[in-house]
């Protein structure tokens, strides 16, 4: 069993960056892929990224691609999303999920609650 709980959002401008935390409970984070995924006012959740377990390889939305980094730290059972040039669609609840490493929503088993990123024109 994995807990997920996800901080680091609130409101920026256009063009800023904000740094989003996912810290996870449980001794079997570093076994897992982790994720993030988001979902806008009237949308579906969308994939955004993803890390293996190790933080060998990752992936990205082209939407998302050249501005946001993912990356863990598995000594600290965290894992961060990091956001910069912040676009006003960008605003969503993001999630982080935990699972296998692959942009299929289904295939993470554990998810957070989600935290509010608002990003102002």
């Known amino acids: 069993q994995v807990q997920l709980v996800e901080s680091g959002g609130g409101l920026v401008q256009a063009g800023g960056s904000l740094r989003l935390s996912c810290a996870a409970s449980?001794?079997?984070?570093?076994?897992?892929?982790m994720g993030w995924f988001r979902q806008a006012p009237g949308k579906e959740r969308e994939f955004v990224a993803a890390?293996?377990?190790?933080?060998?390889?990752?992936d990205y939305a082209d939407s998302v691609k050249g501005r946001f980094t993912i990356s863990r730290d598995n000594a600290k059972n965290t894992v961060y999303l990091q956001m910069n040039s912040l676009k006003p669609e960008d605003t969503a609840v993001y999630y982080c999920?935990?699972?296998?490493?692959?942009?299929?929503?289904?295939?993470?088993?554990?998810w957070g609650q989600g935290t509010q990123v608002t990003v102002s024109s």
């Open positions: 999920a935990a699972g296998r490493f692959t942009i299929v929503e289904y295939e993470y088993d554990y």
């Open positions: 449980g001794r079997t984070f570093s076994s897992y892929a």
């Open positions: 890390i293996s377990w190790n933080g060998g390889s990752t």
